[in-house]
T-cell receptor, first 111, second 117 residues
Framework: SQQGEEDPQALSIQEGENATMNCSYK?????LQWYRQNSGRGLVHLIL?????REKHSGRLRVTLDTSKKSSSLLITASRAADTASYFC???????????FGQGTRLTINP | GAVVSQHPSWVICKSGTSVKIECRSL??????MFWYRQFPKQSLMLMAT?????????EQGVEKDKFLINHASLTLSTLTVTSAHPEDSSFYIC?????????????FGDGTRLSIL
């Protein structure tokens, strides 16, 4: 069963604007990860944030984690057309480190 | 680094055929590999987890006799869809994780689009 819910399901913005995607989950986690998927391709790992971390940056990406609210957000600043993709959050669970994915946000950056 | 190669990228075959998909970690040793299935515009559903040299662990509802997984080495896992039927048509994606730490990301292949006629 799906662990996470992502909001919004789809987002369309102009190039240069910031994009924010949210993810909520249900159970305790070891970490939360964000992935990007271009149409018809595999997933690309973006950021892993551990359960004891609150914020993490990587280039134009900023991820926050609030374990008390069981939620995370991904902010992409100064968006580019190449950022158009689906973005998934995934929670790392248990010793086997299975990932349970959210439904994803389809992001479209309009030039 | 951390490149995962999945082959083939696209398969079209007749109903009743068995199809093998390979997943290779090219520049790291994958202690654990995962197989996912994805329907159009939907999320990834984990099918099974495999560790090198041991039997795969299948998720609830996944038929282990239908989807045979072999993880014979630290760089190769295979998924065989046996006697495939049209309802098995889907996008199959593998991922690999190196190390045993609890905070290792998974690295994904580019997926295999399987179409059963």
């Amino acid at each position: 069963s799906q662990q996470g819910e992502e909001d919004p399901q789809a987002l369309s913005i102009q190039e240069g604007e910031n994009a924010t995607m949210n993810c909520s989950y249900k159970t305790s986690i070891n970490n939360l990860q964000w992935y990007r998927q271009n149409s018809g391709r595999g997933l690309v790992h973006l950021i892993l944030i551990r359960s004891n971390e609150r914020e993490k940056h990587s280039g134009r990406l900023r991820v926050t984690l609030d374990t008390s609210k069981k939620s995370s957000s991904l902010l992409i600043t100064a968006s580019r057309a190449a950022d158009t993709a689906s973005y998934f959050c995934a929670t790392g669970l248990g010793g086997a480190q299975k990932l349970v994915f959210g439904q994803g946000t389809r992001l479209t950056i309009n030039p | 680094g951390a490149v995962v190669s999945q082959h083939p990228s696209w398969v079209i075959c007749k109903s009743g055929t068995s199809v093998k998909i390979e997943c290779r970690s090219l520049d790291f040793q994958a202690t654990t590999m995962f197989w996912y299935r994805q329907f159009p515009k939907q999320s990834l559903m984990l099918m099974a987890t495999s560790n090198e040299g041991s039997k795969a662990t299948y998720e609830q509802g996944v038929e282990k006799d239908k989807f045979l997984i072999n993880h014979a080495s630290l760089t190769l896992s295979t998924l065989t869809v046996t006697s495939a039927h049209p309802e098995d048509s889907s996008f199959y994606i593998c991922s690999a994780r190196g190390g045993t730490g609890s905070n290792q990301p998974q690295h994904f292949g580019d997926g295999t689009r399987l179409s059963i006629l």
